[in-house]
């Protein structure tokens, strides 16, 4: 039986609403030793860690990430910026946590993203934008299964 909340509760991650998403912490945000602040941020949100591994990502994993822009000019630049350095794949979990964690991480370009927000707060352009969040719940699922395997989820 989990750990209750004060007054008898189960903690947010057990309720019927929980979902889990999929967050990138991108080379710029690992170079940056900004991996701890991402992390902070979610779980201060009430988020819960499912998985996480810091990994070189490969080529081909990449490419399956972003297969839905591959015509567009810039599938290319995206994918040999997320294979320059080490990511930091997460997976979270929590009551509408794909929503959630998009509203905090904020808009693309950070020029847009609102003070309070990982982009607004910590990104310095749109090609070095800290993360990566799935978009939507259909998204999450599909790139989590791109990123975890079932045995890698606590």
């Given amino acids: 039986m989990p750990a209750l909340y004060p007054g008898g509760i189960l903690p947010p991650y057990m309720s019927s609403e929980n979902e889990r998403t999929l967050i990138l912490v991108k ?3 690992v170079a940056r030793g900004l991996v701890g602040e991402v ?6 949100r009430g988020l819960k860690l499912a998985a996480m591994k810091l990994i070189n990502a490969p ?9 839905e822009h ?3 000019p810039f599938f290319a630049d ?3 910026y997320l294979c ?3 990511i930091v794949a997460i997976a979270l979990e929590g009551p509408n946590a794909v929503k959630a964690a998009r509203s905090m991480m904020g808009a693309t ?15 310095l352009s749109i090609e070095n934008n800290i993360v990566h969040g799935s978009a939507d719940a259909e998204s999450a699922a599909k790139e989590l299964a791109i990123w975890f395997s079932d045995s890698e989820y606590v």
Avoid: K, M, Q
Avoid at 59 to 67: D, L
Avoid at 109 to 123: C, E, F, H, Q
């Fill in 27 to 29: 080379p710029d945000g």
């Fill in 39 to 44: 992390v902070r941020r979610f779980e201060a």
């Fill in 59 to 67: 080529r081909a994993t990449v490419e399956r990430h972003y297969e």
């Fill in 70 to 72: 591959r015509e567009r």
């Fill in 78 to 80: 995206v994918v040999n």
């Fill in 84 to 86: 320059s350095g080490p």
């Fill in 109 to 123: 370009n950070p020029a847009d993203a609102p003070s309070g927000t990982i982009r607004g707060d910590l990104a």
